[in-house]
């Protein structure tokens, strides 16, 4: 008989590692906005045998033999993920979000065309043209931004800006933007100029999927997102779009872009998409913007600089120049005192990308755990306390300990320890 040893006995070290980050997730308050928890049940689809099969092409249109489960596999997903988002046609093989937008501009584009996006800078993501990006470099991109009274995007910016440059495609969608979208406006300006508009919904698929955000549906010719962040599925990306539209997407991500799709990550998607149908989601997804919300107050309160003054989403972004600390070394203090959410520049930051103004944190993956409204009182207490605390270990390590104390009546989903 073979002998099939498990991870702790074939590797140990590994073994350690992961039992490290599995505690490491239990004990602290995960506040990055593009972190979660997936559920027992997606984590087990993406662990299963389906890792084993390679299945290039589409459903019924494979390469290779053996696609009698891995057919109904994708079309599962498919189907559930059309469903859930009112859609004609998904294509959940995109093996990120990033991928999921280079195959978008693959599809209509020509190397050289002009295309649009929120500056990074202002809340947008590096795959909407900026220039470190290969949609920078391989587009003539230009920027929209937000204005400095508000930080909210200026659409007669946006508005200018399309007649000017005449882009083939038009993102609205960002990373740091705690606003809603107004998909309703971006499609007049991308009709007025013959654009093709994609909404990117990485951050929010989610909070569209469970009524929390408008939905960019019947606005926006193409949908991109994550399958993560507060959609709670596996690391993974699709593309939503009209059936006359599918085509180009299709032929863009297969055989343009990639290979064979991970299988695993299709099961676990539609796991995930299932879960999102329920009515307990919708009361999650409602939960995590109320939270945002309560959190925003609690740390305005505080004295806290929130860029656009508040949040209608899942996000904060909080500029820390009034509170004499950077964002690089805010963030480190609040790892240390058990918070963990990441150093991010702020709109018309003065100071450098790796050493920036702010902090970005969110609400999805503690609302996951059970926190609601009444708890961000202490969560902005702690992260206040962190703060003023920067550089005192000891004190970090008393606040750390408390939040890992309080944090034991919160279990965490997909997390058995």
């Known amino acids: ?23 490491r997730q239990f004990d602290k308050l995960r506040m990055i906005p593009s972190e979660n928890y997936a559920s027992r049940a997606v984590q087990e689809a993406m662990g299963s045998p ?10 019924r249109k494979r390469y290779y033999e053996g696609q009698q489960f891995v057919d109904p596999v994708e079309e599962l997903a498919q189907s559930r993920i059309r469903s859930l988002f009112g859609v004609e046609h ?4 995109p093996y990120s979000g990033s991928p999921a937008n280079l195959a978008v501009l ?4 020509k190397a050289g065309d002009p295309i649009m996006g929120l500056g990074l800078p202002a809340g947008g993501h590096l795959t909407h043209g900026w220039s470190v990006s290969i949609t920078g470099a391989y587009f003539n991109a230009r920027a929209y931004g937000v204005r400095k009274d508000d930080h909210r995007i200026d659409m007669d910016e946006v508005r200018k800006i399309a007649e000017e440059h005449k882009p083939k495609v038009i993102f609205c969608g960002g990373t740091a933007y705690p606003r809603l979208w107004d998909f309703a406006a971006f499609a007049e300006v991308a009709k007025s100029v013959g654009a093709i508009l994609v909404a990117d919904i990485a951050h929010i698929s989610g909070l569209v999927a469970g009524g929390a955000h408008p939905s960019p ?3 926006a010719d193409v949908i991109s997102s994550t399958t993560h962040k507060t959609l709670r599925g596996p690391r993974g990306g699709m593309i939503l779009t009209r059936k006359d539209l599918a085509a180009p997407i299709d032929k863009a991500v297969f055989p343009g872009l990639q290979g064979g799709p991970h299988v695993s990550q299709m099961a676990a998607l539609a796991v995930a998409a299932k879960e999102a149908a329920t009515p307990e989601f919708k009361t999650y997804a409602k939960r995590v913007v109320d939270n945002a919300k309560a959190l925003a107050s609690a740390l305005n309160d505080r004295g806290y600089a929130l860029v656009s003054g508040g949040t209608d989403n899942h996000l904060l972004l909080i500029d820390l120049t009034n509170k004499n600390v950077t964002g690089k070394r805010a963030a480190k203090a609040l790892d240390a005192a058990g918070i963990e959410l990441n150093y991010n520049s702020v709109p018309f930051d003065p100071r450098k990308p790796f050493d920036p103004s702010g902090v970005r944190l969110g609400t999805p993956a503690i609302t996951s755990r059970g926190l609601g409204p009444e708890h961000m009182g202490h969560v902005a207490e702690w992260f206040d306390d962190a703060i003023k605390s920067e550089g005192d270990e000891a004190k970090l390590g008393t606040i750390a300990a408390a939040v890992k104390g309080f944090l034991k009546d919160f279990p965490a989903p997909g997390i058995a320890l």
Do not use: I, W
């Not at 998904?90 to 093989?93: E, H, L, P, R, S």
């Not at 693959?106 to 584009?109: R, S």
């Open 50 to 59: 389906l890792n084993n099969k390679y299945s290039e092409g589409y459903p």
């Open 1 to 23: 008989m073979t002998f099939d040893p498990s991870l702790e006995q074939q590797d140990p070290e590994m073994y350690a590692l992961v039992r490290g980050e599995t505690q």
């Open 217 to 219: 549906v019947g606005h």
């Open 90 to 93: 998904a294509n959940v093989q």
């Open 106 to 109: 693959f599809a209509f584009c």
